[in-house]
């Protein structure tokens, strides 16, 4: 699992055609993109939104590692590709990180804002300065409850990291490629016995 950033709305993830596209376009072998997904539901963009983050499926982890090198070739743009890390799961109707519960069983009567906390969509939000943001998390103004600087979010992140050994890696595991050593701190693992293929990453639908 990989993930390109900032991809043309217009690329339509769903098409087989366009699949084989990508892989043709990229010099990857036929049917290693196994799938690929909006990472969120396109009824949550903001009006006008132009690019989307795309989640690829690939069966061969070589081949992922290869494009998060080279970056990815996508509607004639080249495009940075990043590993798919675990994340703390947050749910998208009351925010709350770490919740038990999703959006569909989320006991908050109304929508909360994941910028203000008030009852309402997060695009519908009027509020821009920062300093009157408010965070359901924290309980404080200042900050928005999706901000990554957030001091509940970097807890629930520092927690994941340290259980879940794949999202201390760059790259994924092949034995034959050294860049697989590489940690996301920068540091060389030597040492990767303790490391073993991770399970797909069980990202929550944002
Ligand atoms: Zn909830
Ligand atoms: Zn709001
Ligand atoms: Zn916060």
Known sequence: MTFPERVPIRFNPASFAVLQRLEDDNNIPENQIAQAR???L?????????????????????????????????????LWCRKLMK???????????????????CPVEKETCGTCEEAHDAPMCTLSDCNSFFCVNCKVKGHASWTHTCPTMLKHVKSINTRELD???????????????????GTVDIDQSSYTTP????????
């Open 38 to 40: 909006w990472i969120k």
């Open 87 to 105: 994340e703390p799961w947050c749910c998208m109707k009351c925010h709350e990180l770490g919740a038990n519960h999703n959006a569909y069983n």
């Open 199 to 206: 399970s797909l990453p069980d990202h929550p639908q944002a």
């Open 167 to 185: 999202n201390q890696y760059l790259y994924y595991l092949v034995e034959a490629d050294p860049a697989s050593r590489i940690m996301v701190d």
């Open 42 to 78: 396109i009824q949550r963009r903001v009006p006008n939104q132009q690019a989307a983050f795309l989640i690829l499926s690939l069966t061969n982890p070589s081949t992922a590692n290869q494009i998060m090198k080279d970056g990815i070739a996508v509607e004639g743009l080249k």
